[in-house]
């Protein structure tokens, strides 16, 4: 059963520009920072999930970041998942001064199973930091809780726990030779957090703070950023598909080839080239010629 990655990739089509875009971005370096944008259903899903796999094919470190209805990253959060997904190991001063900004007092209680193997079943732990059990690394303790005997504000603590991220990620990225950060479903981003990623993340490559580091921020709209990034920003705006896109898009999903055009047609006008409306009526096509065969 193919994933929904492998469904992605092999029914995708048009797009080319925006790829285009994104390989010219890594391979020159000159521009670091690549905004998608689009309304719902216009594939900036299916995009990244390009992009995606051509950072494996490159083998290049990357992240991906997605905001949902039940996820809402944090800048903290932010961090921590870049952190995890391009290597702990590189992040050792910044999980420390989270450690040392979080709530050291409470407890907690791990199991885990490793190959079949129980560990650490029933262990308690206080002040946990950065370790590994059998297996199970603890990155940090996971707690945004403010220690009880610090009185430091959060726009306080945000500096030097930002400091300590740039300047690790920037290591990584030296000795890694290039990292992609992919931000999806920015719009879903809090206004706080979206000016931290802007004010300090972009900020910090215009600035020359973060070398060989790309940004892929993906939303129904590009943020608003001053013209000094002009630079160091790339824009891709998605639009409908056009016919030959349809055509095309029918081949890949079987389609007979004598009804390829006038269904084209009739996609078009009914849909404005709308990529998720025409997969859902071609879902439903498909699925009553199914039921009547």
Same mark, same amino acid.
């Given at each position: 059963m193919p994933t929904e990655l492998e469904i992605r990739l092999a029914e995708f089509v048009d797009r080319d520009a925006e790829m285009s875009r994104f390989c010219r971005m890594l391979d020159s370096g000159e521009r670091s920072i690549l905004f998608v944008s689009g309304g719902s259903g216009l594939g900036k899903s299916s995009l990244l999930a390009r992009m995606i796999h051509e950072c494996a094919l490159r083998g290049l470190r990357k992240s991906e970041i997605t905001w949902t209805e039940t996820q809402n990253h944090d800048y903290l959060g932010i961090m921590r998942r870049i952190r995890d997904d391009i290597g702990v190991e590189y992040f050792q001063d910044f999980t420390t001064l989270v450690n040392q900004f979080t709530e050291p007092g409470v407890r907690i209680t791990l199991a885990g199973n490793v190959s079949g193997i129980q560990v650490a079943q029933g262990l308690r732990a206080e002040s946990s930091t950065v370790g590994d059990i059998g297996g199970v690394i603890i990155k940090d303790n996971m707690f945004v809780v403010p220690r009880g005997d610090r009185s430091i504000p959060e726009s306080e603590r945000m500096i030097p726990l930002t400091t300590a991220f740039l300047r690790s990620l920037a290591a990584a990225a030296a000795t890694m030779g290039r990292v992609v950060v992919f931000l999806d479903a920015v719009? /879903?981003?809090?206004?706080?957090?979206?000016?931290?990623?802007?004010?300090?993340?972009?900020?910090?490559?215009?600035?020359?703070?973060?070398?060989?580091?790309?940004?892929?921020?993906?939303?129904?709209? /590009?943020?608003?950023? *001053?013209?000094?990034? *002009?630079?160091?920003?790339?824009?891709?705006?998605?639009?409908?598909?056009?016919? /030959? *896109?349809? %055509?095309?898009?029918?081949?890949?999903?079987?389609?007979?080839?004598?009804?390829?055009?006038?269904?084209?047609?009739?996609?078009?006008?009914?849909?404005?080239?709308?990529?998720?409306? %025409?997969?859902?009526?071609?879902?439903?096509?498909?699925?009553?010629?199914?039921? /009547?065969?």
């Open positions: 719009e /879903k981003m809090t206004h706080e957090t979206s000016a931290w990623v802007v004010g300090e993340l972009f900020r910090a490559i215009q600035i020359g703070t973060l070398k060989n580091v790309f940004f892929v921020h993906c939303g129904r709209e /590009k943020p608003a950023v *001053d013209r000094f990034m *002009d630079s160091i920003v790339e824009e891709a705006e998605l639009g409908p598909l056009e016919r /030959k *896109d349809i %055509i095309l898009y029918l081949q890949k999903r079987g389609m007979e080839e004598t009804s390829h055009v006038p269904f084209a047609e009739v996609l078009l006008v009914a849909t404005k080239g709308n990529p998720l409306q %025409i997969a859902t009526l071609i879902d439903a096509v498909m699925k009553e010629r199914k039921r /009547k065969n």
